[in-house]
C-alpha cells in the first residue's frame, strides 16, 4: 500500500513540474504584445517588397504589427516639366475607409521612427489638417 502511495505522489510531482514548465515555455514562445522603443509618434515601415508606409504603431505581436492612422507616399509626374512632385495621403481615403492595417510581420524588412521635425512629419501634419476640414476620417 505505501509502495502505491509513494508512486502516485512522484507521479503528482512530475505532472506538476511537466505543468510548470509548460506554462514558462508558453510564458517565453507567445505573443508579448509589445511595442517597439520607438519615441516618436510616427514610424515609416518599409516593406520587404519595397513599398513603405507611415503610421502610428499600436501594437507587434509575434506574427503582426498593428498599426493606425497609416499614410501612403505617392508620386506625380508633370507631363509638360517632367517634374516630379512627391506627396503623402491617408491610407483611409482608399474606397473601404481603413482605420486600422494589420501587417505580416515576416514582410516587413525595417522599421524606423519618423523625426518630429522631419519633412515626413510635416508633410503628415498637413494631410491631417487637409482631412479635418474636409470631414473625412
Known sequence: MKKIVKMCNVNM???????????????????????????????????????????????????????????????????????VTNFISKRAGLPWQPDITYINLSSVALIESIGAESQVAKSIKEEKSKTAASGQK
Open 13 to 83: 510531482i512530475l505532472a506538476m513540474l511537466l505543468a510548470f514548465g509548460l506554462v514558462v515555455l508558453l510564458q517565453a514562445c507567445g505573443d508579448k504584445g509589445q511595442k517597439p522603443d520607438i519615441k516618436t509618434e510616427y514610424s515609416a515601415i518599409l516593406f520587404q517588397n519595397g513599398n513603405l508606409l507611415f503610421g502610428k504603431i499600436e501594437n507587434v505581436t509575434s506574427s503582426y504589427i498593428v498599426v493606425t492612422d497609416v499614410y501612403i507616399p505617392q508620386s506625380t509626374v508633370n507631363p509638360e516639366t517632367k517634374q
